[in-house]
């Protein structure tokens, strides 16, 4: 909680490049993945994805492999679940629990196993854009996007006001910390109550403060913001282009004949 | 309960997609026409949505040990109703695959079903009928959330049921056996997210309740008798 994808973003040197070339590859990448009918594909993307953000964009090995063990949880057990109760075939082994037969199987393992390198290949698709393209970036791609204005205007201000609270948050629950307010779970259930009406009463004040003082400097319902142009340079473009020209060649020889399949 | 990225296949990622972004639409048209009339209401609405993703980000005291996260979307539900929720919940979804790493892009759509649409639209119409049939309104709040949560993880059992049928006995199997592996940490997380939520709602009563009033969460005469209670 104390150190998000953002703050990675922030010092990343690839922060600079052309926002339109990293969002197209990172949708690329997930869409190739999730269409692959083969484990190949999404393990190559993710190895691919992965190098660029540990190589290029400098994210340090450690805090990245322990963010992408962070919905390790969920994945794992949805992966078992699949790998005991999914398709037919030879059954590989199996064992009796009160008079309940399990077992996996062929199908079963090969569709766990796609399925986890489908969310291994998305997350770090996901990551390389988290971490290499700060929030502020995708504003100007989220403004030149038909959405209506409202929504954007909420959403840059829901992003900065997500960090002052944050940090009210953290605060306050230091305070309660250090006076033993999570020594057992009833009194932690206290105190973050506590915590959260705080929160509230607090964003509700200051949700009314923002309004007087926005109108104060003529607000018309739309915060300009300055965009910077980043231009395509060469390596980069054509570093991107060898990528996806290696994926569609690899999704291609493993996924059958040919593109009307 | 985030799906991850890349988790759902072929066609289900994007009939939930199709299924959340009509409601989305409807959501956003319901807020600007509410903007439009009141403008002051916008930055009201963005520290809201933070305080949506502040509160999901903070961790529960747990009991089975793994740490677990509340959706807040249910106490949002009560606060602003169903359908600003719904497009708050796809933001703050947003913020939280690209900030924390929980969900992802395709499986947004999904994502949105459960935790944006469906879970808010239960806790709202469970705190709708607790209201009018006069029940406490801290039990109709903890009930409201509690059901939201389960309501949510309900959605997205399905979810991983439909994309993922056994092979003996289908859909519904599958369904059964997800439904009752989340049950573990999911059941206890709901009741806690309730009790929490009932409590924040406690200590804002005392604290200030006039912002619950011009929220038209409840009336001035509920806050009165809720006050004269806890005095």
């Known amino acids: 909680m104390t150190k998000m994808l953002d703050d990675y973003a922030l010092m990343s040197p690839l922060r600079y490049t052309n926002n339109w070339l990293k969002i197209g590859l990172v949708l690329f990448g997930i869409l190739m993945g999730v269409s692959s009918g083969s484990p190949a594909v999404p393990f190559l993307i993710a190895l691919c994805m992965g190098t660029a953000t540990v190589v290029i964009s400098k994210m340090p090995l450690k805090q990245y492999l322990k963010i992408l ?20 075939g030879q059954e590989l082994f199996g064992f009796n629990v009160l008079s309940y037969h399990l077992g996996v199987n062929v199908e079963g393992l090969e569709m766990a196993f796609l399925v986890f390198s489908r969310t291994l290949g998305g997350m770090t698709c996901l990551f390389f854009l988290a971490l290499t ?35 009210v948050a953290l605060s306050i629950k230091y305070a309660q910390t250090v006076r033993l307010g999570y020594k057992d779970l009833r009194t932690s259930l206290n105190s973050l109550a506590m915590l959260a009406s ?33 231009p395509l340079r060469a390596p980069e473009t054509i570093l991107a282009l060898f990528y996806v020209v290696v994926v569609v060649f690899v999704w291609y020889i493993t996924n059958g004949t040919g593109w009307m399949r | 309960m985030h799906i991850s990225e ?14 959340s972004i009509p409601v989305i639409f ?23 949505g933070a305080f949506i993703f502040v509160l999901s980000s903070l961790k529960l005291p747990s009991v089975t040990g793994s740490c677990s996260h509340p959706t807040g979307t249910g106490m949002a539900a009560i606060l602003f109703g169903p359908a600003i929720t719904a497009v708050l919940g796809t933001i703050v979804l947003l913020y939280q695959a690209l900030f924390l790493a929980h969900g992802g892009f395709t499986t947004l759509g999904a994502n949105v079903a459960s935790m944006g649409i469906i879970g808010p639209v239960v806790a709202y119409v469970i705190y709708k009928a607790g209201m009018k049939a006069n029940i406490n309104f ?44 989340f049950a573990m940490t999911q059941v206890p997380l709901a009741i806690m997210e309730g009790a929490l939520t009932a409590l924040v709602f406690k200590y804002i009563v005392q604290v200030k309740s006039d912002a619950l009033v011009e929220l038209k969460v409840i009336t001035s005469e509920t806050a009165e008798k809720l006050r004269g209670v806890v005095a």
């Open chain 2, 26 to 48: 409807f959501g956003m048209y319901r807020m600007n026409k509410l903007i439009s009339e009141r403008r002051e209401l916008l930055p009201l609405l963005a520290v809201a």
């Open chain 2, 138 to 181: 801290y039990v109709v709040v903890f009930l409201a959330t509690a059901f939201a949560d389960w309501a949510t993880y309900v959605v997205t059992s399905i979810q991983l049921a439909l994309a993922f049928p056994a092979e003996a006995g289908g859909a519904m199997a599958s369904f059964q056996l997800f439904a009752g592996i």
């Open chain 1, 69 to 88: 063990s962070g919905p390790a949880s969920f994945v794992i057990l949805s992966v078992i679940v699949i790998a005991f109760f999914f398709g037919g």
């Open chain 1, 198 to 230: 705080t929160l509230f009463l607090r964003s509700w004040e200051q949700g009314e403060k923002i309004f007087i003082s926005m109108n104060a400097r003529c607000y018309d319902g739309k915060m300009a913001f300055y965009e910077e142009t980043r």
């Open chain 2, 6 to 19: 890349g988790f759902l296949p072929g066609p289900w990622w994007w009939i939930w997609f199709a299924i």
């Open chain 1, 133 to 167: 393209t700060p929030m502020v970036e995708l504003f100007a791609v989220l403004k030149k996007s038909k959405l209506p204005d409202s929504f954007i205007e909420i959403s840059m201000m829901m992003y900065r006001y997500i960090f002052v609270f944050l940090e």
